[in-house]
């Protein structure tokens, strides 16, 4: 064990030295090489939280500051002979609570049988505040090989968990509240979904997806936040990969299908847009030269980055793209960095300014005698899709399951093997001498804020037109303001905040001239 220490202390030094247009501050492994991480999120205060589990045996959640400080470390079993945990999801609340959300499940013949849904509460020191368990049935065979799921937590810290089942059949969504009860658990059989993909929560929209019975179609459920099923529809798609819902309360399902874009184009990717009521509003297609297939998308800044993989030569790439709002495509991006390989993209964040990042598994292949082999990848693009930097920090790290943006625009990302976390200061994620510079272009103050802060910046002429714009760390608009008439020079203008909970957020000055963003800390 010591010689593989130090062979991996080398390959990292080589990796930081072979790119020196970023830093990596730290690389932590989950303590035991045989953890296995899943996924992870960040809180208000810019702690990282990852989960994961020990072989077939317990779940493991960790928590990290930012500079890399080991805080606390759960661990949580079934407590019912044969019967195990496994963590599936991740999410945060404002006041900086943990939950945790996954399976229960015996094991029989090399499957997996979940027989409940397993939610935990943690306070920000670690104290477990309930754990509530929701019993499902789950139909495992070829058709249904895994028990997927997604959480979500509202302003109130609410807890909402989508998945699909059996028994109850559908799509399945449960609601627990800030003390652990169990508000609903409601299901829709309708268009007859059986897997689970998605889920987004936005405003008092729950929105699902997944898969049907019918391999030609893509379902869609959405509930609202009191458990009333507003609508669902099917539409023509391989299932649902993931759902997205705009400010307008408009929802994106990603997807994909044989020949949409010319009947020779094999399977192709393909958005829809349905509006608040379920109303289709368009359909859109795209053709990367051969099969391919979406994995994510997000929507920031009016913008939806999509990632997927595709094929044209035997092997699968990594697929990035950009679409605007209508679906028009901005730019895409094909990474194929070994040629003798599929390769995948896990995970993709977008900065207000739509800087794209993408996590996953590829290459370079580090071994000359191997050039197969496969290893975590991070890549960085601009919002025009050049490619700004690549790294592989980790080559015992496998596959990089999650990347997340914290306040100052550094890098958290986690990978496979060993639960690994990972940081990278800001020079990592593109933030080039000209954001420095317009960074210090603005004075915000006082920051720490309590209700108000007052922004002043410098004008090269008279503006007839400035807005500021306040978003969180997600990318999403939270407080737009506009400014008309303002003069040449140093200008200071009032905004209030009181609306806005605890936490950071990006103010983005724009102008005619420039753009310019700082840092909001509000208390």
């Not at 699902?208 to 019975?213: C, K, P, Q, V, Y």
């Not at 649902?240 to 192709?268: A, I, K, M």
């Not at 829809?272 to 297609?285: C, E, T, V």
């Not at 550094?410 to 933030?431: K, P």
Request: hydrophobic share 35%; glycine share 8%; charged share 15%.
């Amino acid at each position: 064990m010591k010689t593989r220490n130090t062979i991996v202390g080398v390959l990292l030094l080589v990796s930081a030295n072979l790119f020196s247009q970023y830093t990596i501050d730290w690389i932590i492994p989950g303590g035991n090489f045989n953890k296995t991480g899943v996924m992870s999120t960040r809180d208000n205060l810019d702690n990282l939280m990852i989960t994961g589990y020990l072989q077939s045996e317990n779940i493991y959640t960790r928590k990290y500051d930012i500079n890399g400080n080991f805080l606390w470390e759960s661990i949580d079993s079934s407590g019912i002979n044969g019967k195990y945990e496994k963590p599936i999801w991740l999410s945060c609340d404002i006041s900086n609570n943990v939950f945790v959300v996954g399976k229960r499940y015996s094991i029989s013949s090399g499957w997996e049988y979940p027989d409940a849904i397993v939610a935990m509460k943690y306070s920000p020191s670690g104290t477990l505040q309930w754990k509530q368990t929701v019993p499902v049935s789950v139909l495992i065979g070829s058709q249904h090989p895994g028990f997927n799921m997604r959480s979500e937590v509202d302003y109130n810290g609410n807890l909402y968990i989508g998945t699909a089942a059996a028994n109850p059949s559908g799509f399945i969504l449960v609601k627990i509240d800030p003390d652990g009860n169990i508000v609903f658990t409601q299901n829709s059989e309708v268009n007859a979904p059986t897997g689970f993909s998605s889920m987004r929560l936005k405003d008092n929209q729950v929105v699902l997806t997944g898969s049907s019975g019918d391999l030609s179609a893509a379902p869609i459920a959405v509930w609202d936040t009191s458990g009333t099923l507003l609508w669902t529809v099917s539409v023509l798609g391989k299932a649902g990969t993931d759902v997205e819902v705009d400010d307008d309360g408009n929802v994106f399902l990603l997807t994909s299908f044989s020949n949409q874009v010319t009947s020779t184009s094999g399977y192709d990717v393909m958005i829809y847009k349905f509006n608040p009521s379920g109303a289709q509003l368009w359909k859109k297609d795209y053709d990367f030269g051969g099969y391919d297939f979406p994995t994510r998308f997000t929507f920031v800044s009016n913008r939806l980055s999509t990632i997927g993989y595709g094929s044209v030569s035997g092997y699968f790439d990594w697929i990035v793209f950009q679409t605007d709002a209508s679906g028009n495509k901005l730019w895409d991006s094909r990474y194929d960095g070994t040629s003798f390989n599929d390769e995948y993209p896990y995970y993709i964040v977008a900065n207000p300014d739509n800087e794209v990042i993408v996590t996953g598994i590829g290459g370079p292949s580090p071994d000359p005698f191997n050039p197969s082999y496969l290893q975590m990848v991070i890549l960085e693009y601009s919002n025009s899709g050049t490619q700004l930097w690549v790294d592989t920090p980790n080559l015992y790290g496998g596959a990089g399951l999650s990347c997340i943006l914290a306040g100052d625009n550094s890098l958290f990302a986690m990978s496979y093997y060993n639960m690994t976390a990972y940081h990278y200061d800001v020079r990592a994620v593109g933030v080039n001498d000209d954001n420095k510079n317009n960074d210090q272009a603005i004075n915000i103050f006082p920051n720490p804020c309590s209700t108000s802060v007052t922004v002043e910046f410098d004008l090269a002429k008279e503006e007839e037109n400035v807005s500021v714009s306040i978003y969180d760390l997600s990318g999403n608009l939270v407080k737009p303001f506009r400014f008309m008439n303002l003069q040449a020079g140093t200008n200071r203008i009032s905004l209030d905040l009181s609306e806005l909970t605890a936490g950071i957020y990006l103010c983005h000055v724009s102008s005619s001239t420039k753009n310019q963003r700082a840092k909001i800390v509000k208390y």
